[in-house]
DNA sequence: CCTCCGGATTGAAAGGTTTCACAAATCTGG
DNA sequence: CCAGATTTGTGAAACCTTTCAATCCGGAGG
């Protein structure tokens, strides 16, 4: 009964194929695919033997020609081995399954922060006509992100805050974040404070910093009361860096606690504390931001920032998904973050 | 100068409308694209105009369909939130990026451990008629791997050995491996070492107990001087658990070192000894496995199994490129592990 | 002046699916 | 047994690009 048992595969079986050996015509096996209801069982069945007879495989590329838009979702991440960004394409994953009905599928991306990776990504989603594009870009305000949109590929922005309001984005408000967790450290009783991170160059960082200073003056302490520690990038090893020069300073001015710009950052202090026998938190308490898992699990564990890294991935699916509705207008979702605390700042 | 004022989009410019504006034919403007030498200065500039002009953006579907072919590169990843994975994702990249001059893209694509979602992606994929898939499966022997081989989308299986050679496969000698942790710890004098891990479920974890064996075995020790402590999975949270468990046991019998499958079981097993007061080495020395960067950043820096994740990823693309030449035969390469010797197991 | 040559350009076919208006077959109820 | 409604099935057009044989043209060589 078999139908062939040459080695070499024929050019892969069509729909022509399929209706031919099933004895009806194309547009039948079309309704079988899209529309079974509309066909009598009896070549429903007739023509699901013939697709599986010959191995068929719908071909992906030809029905995009057709309908002109592919089901495919893009998160164009920029740091795939930052633990943030894989639990923020979780939630996207999460999202878009729930939305699509199993007719959706995320595919992610990894510009790793190489802004030539990231545009030749973008370039090859655009011709690919996929659905929209979800990206965490290099720079939130290039104009290539416009271009897209303008060009009609929904574009939501996710974590960043670009300029104009020209995209759907979702973010976190790190503003506030800086403030609940240089608060916190007030309230346990510290006012010389470390900063650690690079606020001159990433603008979540120096939002960071603007709301610990903000909890410094509604404390009534003057700004110097932070103490900058600024790093090159956000690493375990700027951390490290940092924590060597925290030790360095005379004990007379050395800060009592640190806010971290992120955990990597303060899990890179923490070594530098076992290292130098400085006791966490009792000679040092320790903030940092993004609440990744590997916070929780450190030896002594990190009070953090969470920020609902799940719910914004979800939501910026939610956003993209949304933009095709009539009357679409562009919205800024900001959300709020909330600090974990954990024995790093708790005598 | 401008073609059109109107808010609405048209329905956006294909090469037909690109060979109008630009008073050429169309197969002119597709040799503007993929043989420009052959198209002279002037027309190509005319061409290139208009396709500014009306914002040209090529339909890769409709060049997909003719080719027959795409130029994507997929892999279909266990866990995106384990830093290993994403490692051997980024060696891919590299590759990728290297051997397609800029031709050739990856996607990623996370099943989570979920079977449904793996075999969603896969199927979106070979319906797509991707070049070639990396999968690292939930189940390496599963039917669905070697059908879509066997209808002609290549497949590459990584850090997986499936049982029989119907696909290439890139991986690492995790019995070496097990054999070069143990062989240290007992060096460093210990002679009753606990295995952490879910040995009974997972074939990569098996084999590393098998290579503590062999290294007991090797030292003149019997096999119960392995003290098994098993786990569901291999989390974080599992080492806290088992670490508790290896804490409650009588000290004529409590193990001095411990071999995690995983790091994030060490790092649990880590913090419970911080919490608990063992003294790590010195109460308690631990082996991880992978050696992921978190290892290195653990508050007493953890000595580790590790594998050339990027290596692996690099050459799982390799062995997929080269799945297209002519006369080829599917290989199973297998890597090496080496040891990073760090704080966790040295006075 | 004619032929031939080579580079530049053209036109048509092909690739696999979806859609849609339409034909055929079957059923409903009078 | 018939008109009309309903259910099934058909055929052709359309989607956009690439490829390739064929045509066109100016110029070189005879």
Same mark, same amino acid.
């Given at each position: %009964?078999?139908?062939?048992?040459?080695? +070499?595969?024929?050019?892969?079986?069509? %729909?022509?194929?399929?209706?031919?050996? @099933?004895?009806?015509?194309?547009?039948?096996?079309?309704?079988?695919?899209?529309?079974?209801?509309?066909?009598?069982?009896?070549?429903?069945?007739? !023509?699901?033997? #013939? %697709?599986?007879?010959?191995?068929?495989?719908?071909?992906?590329?030809?029905?995009?020609?057709?309908?002109?838009?592919?089901? !495919?979702?893009?998160?164009? %991440?920029?740091?795939?081995?930052?633990?943030?960004?894989?639990?923020?394409?979780?939630?996207?994953?999460? #999202? +878009?399954?729930?939305?699509?009905?199993?007719?959706?599928?995320?595919?992610?991306?990894?510009?790793?922060?190489?802004?030539?990776?990231?545009?030749?990504?973008?370039?090859?989603? &655009?011709?690919?006509?996929?659905?929209?594009?979800?990206?965490?870009?290099?720079?939130?305000?290039?104009?290539?992100?416009?271009?897209?949109?303008?060009?009609?590929?929904?574009? !939501?922005?996710?974590?960043?805050?670009?300029?104009?309001? +020209?995209?759907?984005?979702?973010?976190?408000?790190?503003?506030?974040?800086?403030?609940?967790?240089?608060?916190?450290?007030? &309230?346990?009783?510290?006012?010389?404070?470390?900063?650690?991170?690079?606020?001159?160059?990433?603008?979540?960082?120096?939002?960071?910093?603007?709301? /610990?200073?903000?909890?410094?003056?509604? @404390?009534?302490?003057?700004?110097?009361?932070?103490?900058?520690?600024?790093?090159?990038?956000?690493?375990?090893?700027?951390?490290?860096?940092?924590?060597?020069?925290? /030790?360095?300073?005379?004990?007379?001015?050395?800060?009592? /606690?640190?806010?971290?710009?992120?955990?990597?950052?303060?899990?890179?202090?923490?070594?530098?504390? @076992?290292?130098?026998?400085?006791?966490?938190?009792?000679?040092?308490?320790?903030?940092?931001?993004?609440?990744?898992?590997?916070?929780?699990?450190? /030896?002594?564990?990190?009070?953090?920032?969470?920020?609902?890294?799940?719910?914004?991935?979800?939501?910026?699916?939610?956003?993209?998904?949304? &933009?095709?509705?009539?009357?679409?207008?562009?919205?800024?979702?900001?959300?709020?973050? &909330?600090?974990?605390?954990?024995?790093?700042?708790?005598?």
């Amino acid at each position: %009964m078999t139908v062939q048992e040459s080695g +070499a595969e024929p050019r892969s079986a069509g %729909m022509k194929d399929v209706a031919a050996a @099933a004895g009806v015509s194309l547009g039948t096996v079309s309704n079988v695919l899209n529309r079974p209801d509309r066909v009598s069982p009896a070549t429903r069945a007739k !023509v699901e033997a #013939a %697709m599986a007879e010959l191995r068929f495989v719908r071909n992906e590329s030809a029905r995009q020609l057709r309908a002109g838009r592919s089901r !495919v979702l893009a998160y164009v %991440m920029l740091d795939g081995s930052n633990p943030f960004f894989t639990d923020v394409a979780a939630g996207m994953e999460d #999202a +878009a399954d729930a939305a699509g009905e199993g007719d959706l599928s995320l595919f992610l991306c990894n510009s790793a922060h190489q802004p030539s990776r990231e545009a030749a990504y973008l370039g090859r989603l &655009e011709q690919q006509r996929v659905q929209g594009i979800l990206i965490t870009p290099v720079d939130p305000d290039a104009p290539l992100l416009h271009e897209i949109a303008h060009r009609g590929t929904p574009v !939501v922005v996710v974590d960043r805050t670009p300029g104009g309001t +020209a995209h759907c984005s979702v973010a976190v408000d790190d503003v506030y974040g800086g403030e609940i967790a240089v608060r916190h450290l007030i &309230e346990q009783g510290h006012d010389r404070i470390a900063f650690i991170g690079n606020h001159t160059t990433v603008g979540q960082v120096r939002d960071r910093r603007l709301g /610990a200073l903000r909890a410094l003056r509604a @404390a009534g302490l003057e700004p110097d009361h932070l103490v900058d520690l600024t790093t090159t990038a956000l690493t375990v090893a700027d951390g490290r860096g940092a924590g060597e020069r925290l /030790a360095g300073l005379p004990a007379s001015i050395r800060p009592t /606690a640190a806010f971290c710009a992120n955990d990597l950052v303060a899990l890179g202090l923490l070594q530098t504390c @076992a290292n130098l026998r400085m006791r966490v938190p009792e000679d040092l308490a320790i903030v940092g931001y993004d609440d990744i898992e590997f916070a929780a699990a450190a /030896a002594v564990p990190l009070t953090s920032v969470r920020q609902p890294r799940r719910r914004l991935g979800r939501t910026a699916v939610e956003l993209l998904l949304a &933009e095709s509705e009539p009357g679409h207008e562009h919205r800024q979702v900001v959300f709020t973050p &909330e600090l974990v605390v954990r024995a790093s700042t708790l005598h």
